[in-house]
């Protein structure tokens, strides 16, 4: 016997579901409450497992750092360097960027002072 979905949607429809008695879920209720209530568990993360991680990772590291310092070339010749840095040390140099440098360093001087006596107080 093959039906179409309409027909299975009209037969389904139909069908008066039961429902269970309020005793019966008053009992089921009850049961339920009496039930312990799961603790969460907390899963402690093995350090081995973390070590050897982070022991692999760098073991890695050091391989590629090694394998670059084994295969570059470390001769340089300096006497091809020609830096003539005093035009470019005048200009850089002036007096109100070294104003301003000192400005600066003296205000981030004070804020850091500023947190490390509110730490020391609160």
């Known amino acids: 016997m093959k039906m179409t979905?309409?027909?299975m949607d009209a037969l389904l429809k139909s069908i008066a579901l039961d429902e269970p008695s309020m005793s019966f879920n008053r009992k089921v209720m009850e049961?339920?409450?009496l039930e312990r209530v799961p603790?969460?568990?907390k899963t402690k993360v093995n350090k081995r497992i973390i070590?050897?991680?982070?022991?692999?990772?760098?073991t890695c590291i050091l391989g590629?750092?090694?394998y670059a310092l084994a295969y570059s070339n470390f001769h340089y010749?300096?006497?091809k360097i020609d830096l003539d840095l005093g035009k470019a040390a005048d200009k850089v140099l002036s007096s109100g960027f070294l104003k301003l440098f000192l400005m600066l360093d003296a205000v981030i001087a004070l804020v850091w002072?500023?947190?490390v006596l509110r730490r020391r107080l609160a």
Request: charged share 15%; no cysteine.
């Open 5 to 7: 979905d309409d027909e």
């Open 31 to 33: 049961h339920v409450t």
């Open 39 to 41: 603790v969460t568990l």
């Open 51 to 58: 070590y050897s991680i982070a022991a692999f990772f760098i």
């Open 64 to 66: 590629i750092f090694l």
């Open 77 to 79: 010749n300096w006497s």
């Open 113 to 115: 002072l500023d947190s």
